[in-house]
Each structure stands twice: as C-alpha cells, then as structure tokens.
C-alpha cells in the first residue's frame, strides 16, 4: 500500500527509506508536479524552527504591555510548555475579564497547512469561540474586492470560482482567449487544502494545439505559457478598465454589441453606455481615450475589440487586478464587456476571473465541500476586512464604510495568530510594525521564526503537516488524502489542537473544545460527517478505515464539463441569479444607494491613487508589481533549497526593464536599492525584456528582514514599500499593486541578509 501526504502545492507519494530518513515524491499521473515541496524534508530547513516555547523578555519580567516598542528587539526566554501555557490562559483570562472579548483579535489569517482538522484557523477560531468569541476578519487578501463586489452584480466569488468553464471545453469551442495579467502557472500549483493533479499547463496547451489565438494584456509577459506563439500587449499596471472602456466603446460605434443578450439577461446596460459614450459626463471612451491612459495603440484597441466580436471569445482577468485601489472596476468591467459580446453561458464563451490564480479554476471536478472542523460559533459581532488590521490596531472606536454600512474598529488588547504571517502578507510594513506596538500582548503559533513570531510576546512552536495524520482536501480538486504523519514532530513542538487543549484545560472548557474527542477521533469523524453529506449528494466514498488504509480517493468518475452560466442563459427567468434583479446587474441600485465616490453604480474608470499617470510619477518613476513568488508559497518555505535558487546572491530579484536599468547605470546582478517614501529595500537587479518600461516586480514572500539601526529591508520584501489602503469604501480589499517606487544602485558591500537567523534565546529552566 502507497503511503501518501499532501501539501498545499501537491500530493506527494512517501519513500519510507531507512537510511537516509523518509522521501516524498509526487503522486503518479500529476502531468506537471511541482517542485515547491520536493525538499520539505531537507534536515538544513530546521535551522528556522520552534524549538520550545518562548516568551519576549520584557513582557516575562514586567507583564503584559511591556516594552511592546521593542516587540522584535530583544531577546526570547525558552519555558516549559506548561509555563507558557499558564501564562496565556491567565492574560487571556485578564483581557477577557476586565475588556471583554471584543478586546481579542483572533482573525488570524493566513494559509497554514493543507491537513483540513490541524487546520490552524478552525483551531484557533474554535477556541476563541468556546471562552466567549474574538474579533474576526471577513474576505482575504486574494479576493478582498471581488468578495464583495461580484455578489452585486452576477454571484458570489466563491460561487463563480466552482462555475468556471473547464479547460477541455475551452479547447473544443473557444477560439480567441483574452486575458489581462496572463494564466500565470506558477500561481497554478497551488490550491488551499492540496491541489491534485496540476491540470494548467496541460489546459493551455490542448487549448493551443486546438487553435485557439491567445492575446495576454498588461505589464508583464512571463506570466502566459501555451507551447506556443501568443501576442503580448504591453499596458500600464491598474489601467486595465482604461483599456476594455476602450473595447466597450468600439463595440458599441461598430453596432457589435449583443443587444438582445444585454436586454433579456442584464439591467442598467443604457445607464453605463451613457457613460461609455460620453453623455453622461462629457468623455467618450473611445480608444484614443484609452491609449492615453493605458499605453496601447488606439488602433490596436480598436481592432482587437472587432476580432472578439467576431470570434467565440473567452475574457479573463488575473486576481491582482482587484488587488489594487479601485480594484472592484476591472472585475465589474470585465463581466460589462463580456456581457457586451453576448457569450456569457455559451460554451467556450464569457468570462473567467482568475483561470490560472489556482489550480482549482477551470477543473471539472464537482463542487463538494470536504472534511472540516466546526469552529462554533462567535458571540462577538465585530469584524475588519481582513486587510484592515493595521487601521484596527491604531484607530479603535474610528468608524469606517464597508458594503453600505458604517463600522467601529474595536478597542484590541490581545492578538492571538495561528497559521498566517502578517509580516509577510501585509503592506506597508513600517506602518504596521507602529500598529503592532499596540497591543498588551501578542501570541503566535508557529512553526518558524518568522518575522511574526519574532514580534510576538509567545511563540508556541506549532508541528508541520509532515509531523501529523490528517486529512487533505480542496474543493474541486478531485483527491481526498489521508495525509500520514512522515516524520516525529521537531524538538518540542506540539500541534495547535494539542495547544489549544492546554488552555482550554486551563480555563475550564476542556470539554466544550474537545468534545471528548483527541485528534484521531476527530480526524475519523469529519471525515464521516462529510461522507454523510456527500452521500445526499450522490457520491459514494469508502468509510474511513478502508479509506485509511487505501490512503487516497480519486473523485475524477464525478467530473464532467462545465460550462460557467449556461443554465442562466438558456432560461433566466427559471434560473436566475442571486443579485437583486436576478440579471446581470451592469449598473447596480444597490451600489449606487451607498453614495461611495470611489465606487459608484456602474463600471467606472478612476485613476488610482499611485500609477504611472499619477503626479508621484514625477518623484518616483517605477510602478511596482509585487506578485506571487513562483518558488515558494508566500513566505513558506522560503529557505528552501528550491526557492533560494530563484535569488540572486541571497536577495529577492527585481525584474527591470533593460532601459530603465541603463538609465539608472544598473546592470545585470547588481544589488540595488528599492524606495518610495513608506520605506526603502534591497533586491537583486534582473534586466529583462518580458516586463515593459516604467515598471519593476518583485515578487512577495522573502523574509522580511529590516536593519534595527536603519530600518534599510535587507532581503527584498516588498510589503515595505506597498500602500496600506483600502481598495474602496465598498470593499477596503487590499492594494498592494498601486506602488510608486524608484530604484537606485548598484549598492556596494550591502548589508548582509538576516533573515533566517533566529532571535536570541535564553533558556528559562532557571529562571
Ligand atoms: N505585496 C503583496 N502582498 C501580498 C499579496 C500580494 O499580491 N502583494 N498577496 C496577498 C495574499 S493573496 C495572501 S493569501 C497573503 C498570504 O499571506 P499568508 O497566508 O499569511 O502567508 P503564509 O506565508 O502562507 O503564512 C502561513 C504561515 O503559517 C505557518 N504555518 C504553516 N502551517 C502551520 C500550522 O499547521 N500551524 C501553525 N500555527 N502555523 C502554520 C507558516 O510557517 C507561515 O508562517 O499575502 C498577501 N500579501
Ligand atoms: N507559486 C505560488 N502560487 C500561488 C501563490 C504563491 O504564493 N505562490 N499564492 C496563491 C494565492 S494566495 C493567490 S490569492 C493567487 C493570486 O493570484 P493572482 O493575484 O492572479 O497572482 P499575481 O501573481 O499577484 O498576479 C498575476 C499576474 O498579474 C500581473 N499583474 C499585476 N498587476 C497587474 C495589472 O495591473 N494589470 C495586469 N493586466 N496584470 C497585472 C502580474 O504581473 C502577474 O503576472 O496565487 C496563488 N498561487
Ligand atoms: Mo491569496
């Protein structure tokens, strides 16, 4: 029997090998495994870990609140576990007592691990839920704006995720696919819970075996691999909705638009071609328009939009548009011009947002929602975006708009982050390291010193999926794992639920977390709670020792063709949407009630605060894009071998257009240094002809690592230069892409990288 294990980036085969110590590869039949994980059993990764648990010395000797400016400065006290535990329990005890739980920000977001019951958020939610609730985040950094806007205007994003045309039935009918930001693999090998079979590349290129012509749109151009040829429009970052007003407008002059489409399936098409030509506010949108704003010859716009009309077109946009201020624009756009062209809910036809963001979309698989732990439920009603935390920490009682309503950041005085690193996924770090002082106290589970745990009062060293049994799953992926323990935990680290048992003990409501069940039963009974849903949606699984034993279920004999909406096309009046008219919505009441100037009832193109058209412009001339890192998944396993063979002497690359790297007498190697007025980064210059003038990337996720002395960012983390802001009032996503930056260089004897080192401990046995 093959033993198997899973990761969020693939399922792995395990080599049980004697001498050299356990090996995984990946399972049989994935086309293009990926090569993320190969080396998470590399011995040299556990320089990073946990050890024992760790408490900041100023807050040991002087209590909560202590000190909290020198959270990442000073050193750590190791304690035995029931120390730390002690600890914890009693300061949530006094937060809870003398604030109220309306004090603790338990929103703890993040990737974690893929296993579904050591699932560190259930984990960590479900506690806070049984000693009274916590302060909780909506929405996630991937999807902040399209979460909320997209339910206004054609279905939830959770839902058009699961409803996205699949790969072999745009190979047999799409002849044009048009995407904006590219189908980037690299983002492809992953999906949250484990993707199976990488299924991208290999829909690419039957797409582009059967014919069909691919057009990529935006600043980059390394993001789109078919096998083949495919054209490459260069145009501005966020200047996307510029670009499809453009093609909107000439399909409009042409007489191509789908007017019948427009009147039986959508609502408020006249209100926002007043817009587009003009009549409302003064400005057609014509391509000329268009190729001011965005770059892109107006002839081209023009053409281009006459050849979708005149092919079975496929319209895609990448998740980082909305990623951006005013990101709800290009999502809301994108479904305008798609339902301009009339294919929405044909075969091959419409649109897709985000084929390519994971490995999920665009799979034939159903959607089947798989083993989970129930996390309770929350007595407190307070909430942020997610990526609000920084405004939460520094302006409690401030209100702030989300989605038609005013809310009240609440007052926290303790941070509890299990499986998320905000000093990874946050912008403008420097900001946020002011914000962070703000607590009592902070606690983290971990299983690194990352640069949260680093700033925590109380690390717990949290195990791996490696180092437990669980059960791995992702919606639509089509393999359910029993996901085998490979190795014995490291040194003293413990799993979050073992943990969070430790405080529940310790604050009488053991029996209310646990349930009485330890982990193997839990394990056994989520899987057979799912095994009684699935089997009222008629699939059939094994009961869960044969499924133990077997150690993988292959879902693919419940896969079909998908075709996104093509019930809603062929009768809308039967199957109508969940918006309020049950249309298509391209001018929404609802939207325009809220009276938001950054976003008004219909698509709408408004420049962002930052851009290459922006007066910041002028002082910083570099739009920069902060991606996500092909090597690693964020900042997870960022000191593998694998990912630091992407560096360039040990830095994050910068990609810079040639010219912009002669202009500034930079060549190719060189370490330069990365600024704006927020903060300022090392990197690695990469002159390359992939990435268009005016614009630099680098990709998220190396460790962040600042000078104590300077504040200089050693290593090429890019959330200390992004803008900390919300995309709109209607959603407050994240925005990282809106950047202005420059670039100087080359820096001579720069600062050696930190990183990986880990605080200074002293031990606490004799204390
Ligand atoms: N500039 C910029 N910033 C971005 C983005 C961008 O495009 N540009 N993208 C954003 C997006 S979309 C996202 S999703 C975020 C991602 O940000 P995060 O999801 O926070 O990033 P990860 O590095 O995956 O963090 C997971 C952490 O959990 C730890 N961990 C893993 N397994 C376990 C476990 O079982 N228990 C415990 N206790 N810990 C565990 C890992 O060691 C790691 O530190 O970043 C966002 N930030
Ligand atoms: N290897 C790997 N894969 C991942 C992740 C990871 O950390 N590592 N993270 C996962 C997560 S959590 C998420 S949310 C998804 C994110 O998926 P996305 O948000 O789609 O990913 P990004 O890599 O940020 O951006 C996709 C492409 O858009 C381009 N782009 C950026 N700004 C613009 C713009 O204004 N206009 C246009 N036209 N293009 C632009 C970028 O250059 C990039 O090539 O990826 C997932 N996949
Ligand atoms: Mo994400």
Redesign the pocket.
Known sequence: MTTYTAAHWGVYEVEPSAAEGPRIRPVAGDPDPSSIGLHQLDPALNRTRVRRPAVRKSWLEHGPGARTDLRGREPFVEVDWDRALDLVAAELQRVRTRYGNAAIFGGS?????AGRF?H?QSQVHRFLNTIGGYVRHLN???LGAAHVILPHVVATMTDLQHMHTSWDVMAEHTELFVTFGGVPAKNAQMAPGGSGLHRVPEGLRRMQKAGVRFVNIGPVDDNLETGGDHEWIPARPNSDVAMMLGLAWTLVDRGLCDRAFLASHCVGFERFERYLTGTEDGIAKTPAWAEALCGVPAERIEALAVEMAGARTMLNVAW?LQ?AHHGEQPFWMVITLAAMLGQIGLPGGGFGVGYGAMNTLGSPHRRLSGPRLDQGRNAVDAFIPVARIADLLLHPGETFPYDGVDRTYPDIHLVYW?????Y????DLNRMERAWQKPDTIVV????W?A?AKRADVVFP????LERDDISYATQEGLLVATKQVVPPFAEARH?FDIFCGLAERMGVAEAFTEGRDAEAWIRHIYEDCRERWDKAGVDIPDFDTFWEKGLVDLDKDAGPVIMLSEFRSDPEANPLKTPSGKLELFSEEIESFGYADCPGHATWMAPCEWLGAEQAHAFPLHLI???PARK????LDDSAYSRKGKVGGREPLLIHPDDAVRRGIAAGDVVEVFNGRGRCLAAAVPSEDIMPGVVRMS?GAWYDPDPETGLERHGN??VL?LDIGTSSLSQG?A??TCLVDVRGPVNEPAPVRAFEAPELISGDDL
């Open positions: 977001y993040g990737w974690a691990s050591h560190a996630s950094y991937s980082s990623r299990a499986g998320g690193n905000p990874h996924h946050h912008q589970n971990e299983q690194c990352t949260t949290a195990t791996t999926g979050d902060s991606d996500q998944l964020h900042s997870q998220t890019p959330n992004t994240c990282a892409h």
